[in-house]
């Protein structure tokens, strides 16, 4: 659509209550013209409960929340409900923490709730630090009073008068929303003290991170919190009930904050009745409601996607996502950041809930989900990730700090074509190491994009060792660019993107790339409209 | 003597051997006012360090050793732990930086979609390394591992600017115009 365009929309549309055939939404699938928003295939089979309301409302101006039954659960909760029934409700509901691990929010509370302490405390995770993933960001930066919402409610439920909402430094705009935000409730009587004329007093601080990956870790984000390094500690005692400051605590992310206030309004039995499974007896029973992705890499569709638990990868990547562009083929997804694995085609209609996710190898993690196509190497995403986690590991530990190191020598040396014979077995031994005997959920799960990598791709793994090839044509110390003879027309396009120099050859010559000076961009064959250099 | 004191003590004898082998003692004196008005803004609490040194940061863009010095005297809080949050959050600097800030993003997104290539062009382009600066001070090169925009992947950001879609064969005309 463009600004002439308006004079057109304003006559037919708004004048005539015509529609506008030429501007509506093309279905690239189906050729067709689709008139509804809801009809576009990108938001036909999404359930957005959580980021529905961010296209509706304006972030700076709660009265905009408000008038969409913004702070209602609140009220609700403190007029009509005891704690332990905002607990029990948040049980039932089956709500389990969206930021990785899948931990009944109602367990968790309860917990703290009958933990002893003079202060506790609620928190917010808002350290999205998954590579690939910015749901929470734009919860953040699109809905902000929800967050905050959920947050009175459940230091209501547990009797917490102390919040703290841990932000990423690289969000800068999510710091702004919520920072107004807070205030905005505060002057609304949402915050502070005697909540809507209650007994119950709460209120909410922000605090930048430093950027640090394991910081998104409960113990290192409250060691964090109280100025030190962010450095996790064995969880003898769980935060729960030792936390921040010694105290009871509630870590839960930005997404799980933003559901709760969608259960106590709308009631546990319409919650859990999204999703699968049956959480009615065991909070653990099933994943109910809904879930954000991040659908990004090499689809059609990219962005925020929100769907009911249970939907299958095909449906995500293929309904949603509109599938691989380019005509390329879909090789694998990528799902729960550096902690989770790759799934390849196969597990296409595997439901995404959280113990099926699990139980392939991978995890939910934060919802990152990032589409692979055959131009992507295996070896080379199981390296970049093993190289994330290198640098992020803290080094308190052992296993974490030298097994990381070690995976990623091997995988170094893989990619450069030096792999040996038994490397597979050492890569397989040493994950099982970190696994088993990390401090913390960072080496807990740092081996699963190595050992998924290994497990659905086993054969790309062995090329690379045992042929010294990269059969995606991404490993540059495997790679030889060289120029097709019969495919040259000499028209010298390549020779002004080399940043070597190393193309020669006269025009309309056949040309010639000196393999010694090549430095392996690949920029001359990106450029070559005749397939001409090939690798 | 307590722990703080004991550290402190050592300090002050490193300075004066440091002073004595002929090596610079501590330089420039720190700006007091503009600190003064940051621990005052944190309530002077040694448990929000980490925000103090964001701020004093986002002052310099980088931690000067003065700076840092008086703060550790302010708040009785020692170099040590200062040093240590320094070097374990990745946000902060030791070092002054170049006059703009090219922040390439490396997240999952921005890595298919060709961000390493990206990278090798732009340290081509500015004869630097990730984590340098030019010699000109002109350009401080950095990778972060998400900017949460992945669906502009491959993402750069220049001071703060956000650069989308970008490929390997324009980056560096993106960067020209910076001077």
Partial sequence: MKPSDVPEIVERTLRLGEVVERLLYLDPASGRRVELEEEVPYYKKQLRLVLGDNTRIDPTDIRDYVALDGYQALRRALERMKPQAVIDAVTRAGLRGRGGGGFPAGVKWNTARRARGD?????????????????????????PHSVIEGMIIGAYAVGAREGWIYVRNEYPLALEALA?????????????????????????????????????????????????????????????????????????????????????????????????????????????????FSLVGKVVNTGLVEVPMGTTLREIIFDIGGGVPNGKKFKAVQTGGPSGGVLPE?????????????????????????????????????????????????????PCREGLRALLEILNRIVEGKGRRGDIALLEEIAECIA??????????????????????????????????CPAGVCKPLLRYRIVAEKCTGCHACFKPCPANCIAGTAKKVHVIDESTCVKCGACYDVCKFDAVAR | MGRIETIRAIETSLESRRAAAGFATTPAAPDAPAVETILDRHGRASAQIIAILQDLQE?????????????????????????????FYKAFRLEPRGRHEVCLCMG??????????????????????????????????????????????PVMTVDGKIYGKLDHLTVGAALESHT
């Fill in chain 2, 59 to 87: 002052q310099h863009r980088y931690l000067p050793e003065p700076e840092l010095r008086y703060i550790s005297r302010q708040l009785d809080v020692p170099m040590t732990r200062l040093y240590a949050i320094a070097t």
């Fill in chain 2, 108 to 153: 999952t997104a921005c890595h298919v979609r060709g961000g390493e290539r990206v990278k090798d062009a732009i340290e081509r382009s500015l004869g630097v390394a990730a984590g340098e600066t030019t010699a000109d001070m002109r350009f401080s090169f950095e990778t972060v591992r998400c900017l949460g925009c992945c669906g502009q992947a």
């Fill in chain 1, 436 to 469: 088993e005997t990390s401090l913390c959920a960072l080496g807990g799960s740092a081996p699963n994009p190595v050992l998924t990598a290994i497990r659905y791709f086993r054969s790309e793994v062995e090329a690379h060792i045992r042929d010294k090839r």
């Fill in chain 1, 346 to 398: 196969s597990l296409l209609d595997l439901p995404v809930d959280f113990d099926r996710l699990a139980g392939a190898g991978s995890m939910m993690g934060s919802g990152g989900m990032i589409v692979m196509d055959e131009d992507t190497c295996m070896v080379d995403v199981a390296r970049y990730f093993i190289d994330f986690l290198k640098d992020e590991s803290c080094g308190k530990c052992l």
């Fill in chain 1, 180 to 292: 107004l935000a807070i205030d905005q409730a505060r002057s609304c009587g949402f915050l502070g003290e005697r909540i809507l004329g209650s007994g119950f007093s709460f209120d909410i601080g922000i605090s930048r991170g430093g950027g640090a990956f394991v910081c998104g870790e409960s113990t290192a984000l409250m060691a964090s919190l109280e100025g030190k390094p962010g450095e996790p500690r064995a969880k003898y005692v769980h935060t729960v009930e030792k936390g921040l400051f010694e105290m009871p605590t509630v870590l839960n992310n930005v997404e799980t904050w933003a559901n709760v206030p969608k259960i106590v309004l709308r009631g546990a039995d319409w919650y859990s009745s999204i999703g699968v499974g049956d959480v009615s007896e065991n909070p653990w029973g099933g994943s109910t409601g809904t879930k954000i």
């Fill in chain 1, 119 to 143: 202060r506790k405390f609620v928190l917010c995770n808002a350290d999205e630090g998954d590579p690939g993933a910015f749901m929470d960001r734009s919860v953040c930066e699109g809905n």
